[in-house]
C-alpha cells in the first residue's frame, strides 16, 4: 500500500484524527496569511491555457466570531502552558479582534504539528509581514525559542501597482527544528557576478582555479581559493515567483514555485523521508516530494485543491504516482453528509467525478448551470464543444428536468447532465429522452442529449456517455512533466 496520503479535510481534525505523534521528518506549511482576500482559481483556456473563467476557491478573512472564541478557550484553558499565556497576552494587547481570531485558528494547529514532527523534524512556516511579528512568538511559545533556526526571506519580484508606500517583494519563511538534533544537507548557490572573473581581486591559478590575495596584517599574503562548489546559501532566497506564463502555473491562486519547495525539501530531508504540508493548496509540495523521493502527506480543506492536486500527479508523473486520497466521500452517506455540511463543496466533489469544471458563482452568469466539461471530437482547432451540469442534492422535479432541457438548448450544449442522489423517476426519464441526441461527426456515434445520473451510480464508476475526447478534461491546465531526482548533490557553475 502506498505511504502517500491526500487528505481532505479542516487539517485539525485531519491531524487529530489520522496523524500519529512523531511521524513527520519534514513540515512546511503555506497557511492563508489574513489577507483579508478571496482567492479564486483560474480554469483552463480552451487551448490549454489559463483562462478567465474562475471560482473562490479559498477565504482569507478572519472575524472574531463565535467559532475563534471557541477554538481561543480551548487553546487557553487546555493549551500547553506557554501557547495559553502567549494567547493572553496577544488578547491584552489585541483585544477581541480579527487578529486574534487569525492566531487563535493558527495555534491549534501549530500545536499538532508539533506533536506530530520527529525528534529530529524541521517546521518552516511561510507567512508575509501582515502576522509573522505574531507567529514566530506563537511559534517560540510552542517549539521553544531556542529551536529557532532561521528566518528565511523569500525575495521576488513581481509588478506592483504604484502607491504611497515601499513595494512588497518578499515573504517570511520561519525555520525551527523541534530538538537541537536535526538533517541539514548544506546548499550552494553560484557566486554573483561580482565575485570571481569579473572581480577584479580574483586571478586564475596554473590549474584555472580561482583564487585572490589575502593581507593580513604581519603575516605574508596568502592565496583564498574560491569554494568550487559555489557559496553557501544564506536566508535571502531570491527565487522566482511563478510568472504568468511559466509552464508550471496551474491557476491556483497562492501557488508557490517549485524551486523554493525543492530548496526546502532538499535542506532538510532525505530520501524516503516523510514530507507533510498540511495546507498543500495545489500541491506544490507533494509534487516536489514525489519527485525527490520523499514520502508525502499533503492536507487541503477545498476540494478544489484536491481534485486540481490528483490531477497535478497524473500530467506530471503519467500515472506512476501511487498515493491514497483520505476524506473524500466515497459512500451515499458521506456524501450526502458532505453535501449538507457544505453544498458548495459537495457540487465540487460530484462535479470533480466526472472531471468538469465547475461554473462561475458571479451574479445572473451560468443560470441553471453547476458545471461545464469542454471537449473535441473533431479535430483538436475544430469547434469546442460543451457538456453541462446540473447538481441537486435535494429532490429533482421532473420541470427541473425540462429546466435543464431549456439551458442546453440556450447554451447550445452538446449534452446536459443531471446529477442527483435519488434515482428518476418515470416522467423525468420520458422528459430527458425527449430531448433526443447528440450526434459526434468524429465518432459517428449517438449519446443522450439529456442524462440523468445519480450519485450512487457515479461512486460504482460509471462515468457519463459522450464522445472520448484525447482533451476531454479540460478542466485544469496540464502540469509539466516532472523528472524524478535520485541526486540532488548540486555542481552549480562556478559563474
Ligand atoms: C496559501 S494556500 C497554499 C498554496 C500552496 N502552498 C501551493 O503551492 O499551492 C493555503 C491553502 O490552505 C487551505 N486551507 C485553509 N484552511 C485550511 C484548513 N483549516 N485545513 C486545510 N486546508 C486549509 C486553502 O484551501 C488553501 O488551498
Known amino acids: 500500500m502506498s505511504k502517500n496520503l491526500l487528505y481532505y479535510g479542516d487539517n485539525l481534525d485531519i491531524l487529530r484524527r489520522y496523524i500519529k505523534d512523531e511521524s513527520a521528518d519534514l513540515i512546511y506549511l503555506d497557511p492563508p496569511f489574513k489577507s483579508n482576500q478571496d482567492y479564486n482559481v483560474l480554469f483552463a483556456e480552451k487551448n490549454g491555457s489559463n483562462s478567465k473563467s474562475q471560482i473562490k476557491a479559498f477565504e482569507d478573512t478572519w472575524i472574531w466570531d463565535e467559532a475563534a472564541v471557541e477554538s481561543y478557550a480551548e487553546m487557553v484553558e487546555c493549551g500547553p502552558d506557554k501557547v495559553s499565556q502567549a ?39 511561510h507567512c508575509d509581514p501582515t502576522a509573522s511579528h505574531y507567529l514566530k512568538m506563537l511559534m517560540d511559545a510552542i517549539f521553544g525559542g531556542s529551536h529557532f533556526q532561521n528566518e528565511i526571506v523569500w525575495y521576488y519580484r513581481r509588478y506592483t501597482a504604484a502607491s504611497n508606500r515601499l513595494q512588497r517583494l518578499h515573504d517570511i519563511i520561519f525555520w525551527y527544528t523541534k530538538t537541537s538534533k536535526w538533517t541539514f544537507n548544506e546548499q550552494r548557490e553560484p557566486y554573483a557576478e561580482t565575485s570571481g572573473k569579473k572581480d577584479s581581486h580574483y586571478k586564475q591559478d596554473e590549474q584555472g582555479l580561482w583564487f585572490r590575495w589575502q593581507k593580513r596584517m604581519g603575516k605574508k599574503p596568502y592565496k583564498v581559493y574560491l569554494d568550487e562548489r559555489g557559496k553557501r546559501v544564506g536566508d535571502v532566497w531570491p527565487l522566482q515567483h511563478i510568472n504568468a506564463s511559466a509552464k508550471e502555473r496551474l491557476g491556483y491562486p497562492t501557488q508557490k514555485p517549485e524551486a523554493l519547495l525543492e530548496r526546502i525539501i532538499v535542506s532538510s530531508s532525505n530520501e524516503g523521508d516523510v514530507v507533510l504540508d498540511p495546507f498543500c493548496g495545489c500541491g506544490t509540495t507533494v509534487s516536489v516530494a514525489e519527485r525527490l523521493n520523499r514520502q508525502w502527506m499533503g492536507i487541503d480543506i477545498t476540494y478544489l485543491a484536491i481534485a486540481l492536486i490528483k490531477h497535478r500527479l497524473t500530467s506530471a508523473y503519467e500515472g506512476k504516482e501511487q498515493y491514497k486520497v483520505v476524506g473524500e466521500p466515497v459512500s451515499i452517506p458521506d456524501a450526502e453528509a458532505l453535501a449538507k455540511q457544505d453544498p458548495y463543496q459537495f457540487q465540487w466533489w460530484a462535479l470533480g467525478l466526472v472531471g468538469a469544471r465547475p461554473a462561475e458563482q458571479k451574479k445572473g452568469a451560468d443560470k441553471g448551470i453547476d458545471g461545464r466539461l469542454y471537449f473535441h471530437d473533431e479535430s483538436e482547432d475544430a469547434e469546442t464543444k460543451q457538456i453541462i451540469f446540473s447538481v441537486k442534492a435535494g429532490n429533482v422535479t421532473v420541470s427541473q428536468v425540462r429546466d435543464l432541457r431549456g439551458v442546453i438548448e440556450r447554451e447550445n450544449a452538446a449534452i446536459g447532465v443531471f446529477i442527483t442522489f435519488n434515482e428518476p423517476t418515470k416522467p423525468m426519464r420520458k422528459e430527458a429522452a425527449e430531448a433526443g441526441l447528440y450526434h459526434s461527426p468524429g465518432w459517428k456515434k449517438k449519446y443522450p442529449r439529456l442524462q440523468l445520473v445519480t450519485v450512487a451510480e457515479l461512486l460504482s464508476g460509471k462515468g457519463i456517455k459522450c464522445p472520448p475526447s484525447k482533451h476531454v478534461n479540460m478542466t485544469f491546465k496540464k502540469a509539466p512533466k516532472a523528472k524524478r531526482k535520485k541526486d540532488h548533490t548540486k555542481h552549480l557553475p562556478l559563474f
Open 87 to 125: 494567547l493572553q497576552g496577544f488578547r491584552r494587547f489585541l483585544g477581541p479582534s480579527d487578529m486574534l481570531a487569525y492566531l487563535s485558528m493558527m495555534a491549534p494547529r501549530l500545536v499538532e504539528l508539533n506533536r506530530v514532527l520527529k525528534p529530529t523534524g524541521t517546521i518552516y512556516l
